[in-house]
């Protein structure tokens, strides 16, 4: 069936925008799904002794080093091959992964081993999603008409959130429904198997997408880089840097200001795994109401003005919002998650397409993948278990906070020398 095509967006149907979008769901479903599920994998694979919640953040940090690998690989594919042929191949690795972590065995029924299948099939899951949200920011801004690029491409957030959103809802009840003893023996299975469920849907749809026009513009030019590695770091090592810089303040903002807090409020803030769940189903709400609303504010005002703001509110908040959080009042705590997923959200939607602006089309998604995906896996995947660390050491429950201003302190210089890439009016 032909694709109705829109005629203000180069040659790509609404249809295969929309595709791409919400496809980026998938890779956030499963890796906030780990997080919101910490404490129960801690009982199921590592025993639930004293320490074993930072050790199954540990897994997900060690796996998550894994991405920046898994973002050069499918980014070098999208640059050589085409962006379409890169998000199949990574989605299809992703289904697989997020099938056999639903059937592992548990510590209980083969030992420890248990928890080294789980971190290998994290390790494959991290490899795969490293070119699946790069793959996604390059298509929506390749295919997005040049005065809604902010909006096009927070779509990738939006629908990342939407992703979350469903984790912390199929998750919240799966706990609320069972009670501990089959939540620990089978009923930890159900959101992952929802999981490759979706993910096996939305490869079946992805195979309908349409190919970037940027990519049909490389080849007809004959463009194409041939070493998309060695092109990037020769060409574009000045935007990969400022890459990192955005995306590190992304990461943290989102990864510690958003995912972490169910494992906080369950360890530090008082509250029961079900309550701290639902709070989060809260806040992937707010996020996907703040993600299109900033995307359209940075096509209006620019990127570099709406960075500046969120990176300013993420130096002053974020450590008050967690001391609220910590106090017990669960209207606090809902203040507290709001106003750290509005931040988050904001950064991601703004993010994504500044650091794509900040790349040419040929190797894309190879600088993508060595500036915004490595920061992503040294802010993101790391910065949760630092923050759980510093909390038992410390006994200060702000720490997480401080720990999100420090990364906007240094990166707030980068964001002042940021040049505007927003497409001039015409």
């Keep these: 069936m032909t694709a109705i095509r829109d005629p203000g967006v180069s040659g790509v149907s609404r249809r295969s925008l929309a595709l791409a979008a919400f496809s980026t769901m998938v890779e956030w479903y499963d890796f906030t799904l780990y997080l919101y599920m910490a404490t129960i994998l801690s009982r199921v694979f590592f025993g639930g002794v004293a320490g074993s919640l ?43 992964a997020m099938l056999a972590t639903a059937l592992l065995p548990t510590r209980a029924q ?10 290998a099939l994290r390790c494959v899951m ?112 000045p935007a990969i840097a400022r890459g990192f810089a955005i995306s590190a303040l992304g990461s943290i903002t989102y990864y510690v200001g958003i995912t972490y807090i169910p494992a906080f409020l369950t360890s530090v803030g008082g ?40 990176c300013a509110s993420a130096i002053v908040l974020p450590a008050a919002m967690f001391a609220l959080m910590a106090g017990g009042d669960p209207s606090a705590a809902i203040l507290g998650a709001v106003v750290l997923a509005g931040m988050g959200g904001g950064v991601s939607a703004v993010g ?43 006994g200060w429950p702000p720490v997480p906070g401080a720990m999100i201003a420090a990364v906007a302190a240094c990166a707030l210089p980068v964001l002042l020398t940021l040049p505007e890439t927003r497409p001039a009016r015409a």
């Design 54 to 96: 930072a050790v199954t953040l540990a897994a997900f940090a060690v796996s998550y080093l894994l991405r920046p690998l898994g973002a050069l690989a499918f980014g070098s594919i999208g640059d050589r091959y085409g962006r379409r042929a890169a998000m199949l191949l990574s989605m299809a690795l992703m289904t697989a």
């Design 110 to 119: 083969v030992g420890p081993g248990a928890a080294g299948a789980l971190l």
């Design 126 to 237: 991290s490899f795969s999603v490293g070119g699946e949200y790069t793959g996604v920011v390059a298509y929506l801004l390749e295919g997005a008409r040049r005065d809604r690029r902010g909006l096009v491409t927070s779509g990738a957030a939006a629908a990342s959130e939407i992703g979350a959103l469903l984790a912390a809802a199929t998750a919240a009840l799966t706990v609320g429904s069972l009670e501990t003893a089959a939540l620990d023996a089978w009923g930890w299975r159900i959101p992952f198997l929802v999981g490759a469920a979706l993910a096996a849907g939305v490869w079946v749809l992805r195979s309908w997408m349409e190919e970037s026009p940027e990519f049909d513009r490389q080849r007809a030019r004959g463009t194409v880089p041939k070493d998309p590695v060695r092109h990037a770091l020769g060409a574009q090592r």
């Design 271 to 310: 509250s029961g795994e079900g309550r701290s769940l639902w709070l989060s189903t809260v806040a992937a709400a707010v996020v996907i109401l703040v993600t299109p609303a900033t995307g359209m504010l940075s096509d209006r005002w620019g990127r570099k003005p709406v960075l500046l703001a969120l």
């Design 352 to 394: 994504a397409v500044a650091t794509a602006e900040l790349l040419p089309g040929e190797g894309r998604m190879t600088g993508l993948a060595l500036g915004a995906t490595t920061a992503t896996a040294i802010f993101g995947g790391l910065t949760p278990l630092i923050a759980q660390l510093l909390i038992e050491h410390t």
